[in-house]
């Protein structure tokens, strides 16, 4: 009997099954884009992006163009956390700030000499490294920088994420003064022990503090990072952390699963593997962390995120209007991304591009005039096509063969016909239903949709490749 489309699309059941899980947990990506950042090429360049910025710019003068979505990588942290695997700097060099600025300033102006200035942008997202790194002059001359150069105004989604260790009630509220109305912390986990195994100590005192003058601001949106497979941690442990986060009632939870790849990542070295819990205890803290969320009305969205019912986030996911971009889940339709800042991705039309990964490298580029674009991809269509596909599996759990058949031009069972026979399997563990016109990810599916996207990618054929991706948990 298949399941009421209701429970399919807003909440799981709390129940997971550990063999389901085992049999399916395949190393993978989390396609935030398809085709995902490892297969960007160096042949891709600075000329690439410019004509396709340039393409954009016509499209917005005859009227086609929808408004832009802006990502700004703000790469310094203080300190090291020992489970990072983001590209950061680290360094106790505040004055390092205002060369990346002077940088970032004249990559806003290449950009915006292609694209013409003025263009209205619909969702601004600082990131990093630590974004709060920056001090309340720096964040203000960044922000008005982008204000002379696109439109950005009360209607644009603008958010930034928050180490809780460098900022005060008194920095949010100046965020807030510039702009900001959503707002990111990144908590991880409140047990001493683990942010101590971590490098990471920040207590739960002071982000109560931080998350109630946040609320009193008015930010719209205020989201949690939390990771479960930390050292040290133990499903005991770990449900008083899911309890404390219950207390302090974030809008959106973000709940990542720690992959420990020290060859990958260097500060990972630093964990000790032996006090990484076992596999059985991540899925036990998984599923209880899942059924606390439930439990506390928190609705699950996809992938690792939950969101109280009246957030734009669940909202959108009722509505079948979620969409997801290098930033994860969002409410905003597919646009084109620019990506700012060393390593920043971005997306324009049907091309990717990925920004310099060193400083020296995007100095040097920007230096000599020049966008700072190291790789990217210009899609194909069967990109564009599977692309559509995974992105409707991540967002919604569903393919509607219709539609993406009149988009496409395809006959789905025809072009798809080993991905469904690639199906199978999952079919006859319950995670998906096949039926005559769509694919239905099931309530119990959800939690390995990441599998089933999988099925769909044309770059994953070999084994070797995926192990280079985290497990899914
Ligand atoms: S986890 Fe965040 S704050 Fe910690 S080192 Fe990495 S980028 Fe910096």
Redesign the pocket.
């Known amino acids: 009997m298949s399941e009421p489309r209701a429970l399919v699309r807003d909440q799981p059941a709390p129940v997971l099954s550990e063999a389901l899980l085992r049999r399916f947990d395949a190393p993978g990506p989390r396609y935030t884009s398809y085709p995902t950042a490892d297969r960007f090429v160096e042949a891709y360049d600075a000329e690439d992006l410019c004509q396709a910025l340039s393409q954009r710019a016509e499209g917005s003068v005859a009227g086609a163009a929808s408004p832009l979505s802006l990502y700004v990588h703000i790469?310094?942290?203080?300190?090291?956390?020992y489970?990072?695997?983001?590209?950061?700097v680290?360094t106790r060099h505040h004055e390092r700030a205002a060369e990346y600025l002077d940088a970032l300033e004249r990559e806003i102006g290449l950009v915006v000499d292609r694209l013409r200035s003025g263009q209205a942008v619909s969702q601004l997202h600082f990131g990093?490294?630590?974004p709060t790194f920056l001090s309340d002059a720096e964040l203000e001359r960044l922000v008005l920088a982008l204000r002379r150069a696109f439109q950005i105004d009360e209607h644009s989604e603008m958010s930034i994420?928050i180490?809780p260790?460098t900022v005060t009630p008194q920095r949010l509220a100046h965020c807030r003064a510039l702009g900001f109305n959503r707002i990111s912390f990144?908590v991880?986990d409140f047990d001493p022990q683990v942010q101590l195994a971590v490098h990471?100590v920040q207590p739960f005192e002071s982000v109560r503090e931080l998350m109630l003058a946040a609320r009193e601001l008015g930010f719209k949106s205020i989201n949690a990072d939390l990771i479960y497979g930390l050292p040290r941690q133990t499903p005991l442990s770990f449900a008083r952390t899911v309890q404390q986060i219950g207390e302090l009632r974030p809008d959106r939870i973000a709940l990542y699963a720690y992959a420990h790849l020290p060859q990958r990542f260097k500060?990972q070295r630093r964990i000790h593997a032996e006090e990484l819990p076992s596999a059985a205890q991540r899925v036990a803290m998984l599923g209880d962390a899942i059924a606390g969320f439930l439990g506390r009305g928190y609705h699950y969205i996809g992938m690792d995120h939950f969101a109280l019912p009246d957030d734009a986030l669940a909202v959108a996911k009722r509505q079948g209007r979620l969409h997801r971009n290098f930033q994860g889940y969002s409410t905003q339709p597919d646009c084109d991304l620019i990506g700012l800042g060393v390593s920043s991705i971005g997306k324009v039309g049907a091309n990717y591009y990925q920004n310099a990964k060193t400083l020296d490298e995007y100095y040097d580029a920007l230096r000599q005039g020049q966008l700072p674009v190291q790789r990217g991809i210009a899609l194909t269509r069967d990109d564009v096509l599977r692309r559509a596909v995974i992105m409707a599996l991540m967002c919604q759990g569903r393919v509607e063969f219709e539609s993406i058949e009149l988009a496409h031009l395809v006959r789905m069972h025809d072009y798809f016909a080993r991905e469904f026979e690639a199906l199978q399997p999952m079919i006859e563990a319950g995670l998906v239903q096949l039926e005559p016109g769509a694919i239905q990810v099931t309530a119990t599916g959800w939690y390995v949709v990441r599998a089933v996207a999988m099925v769909f990618d044309r770059w994953l054929q070999s084994d070797k490749l995926r192990e280079r991706f985290s497990r899914i948990i």
């Open positions: 790469p310094f942290c203080d300190s090291v956390c489970y990072c695997a983001c590209n950061k680290i990093g490294g630590s994420e180490d260790r990144g991880q990471r500060p």
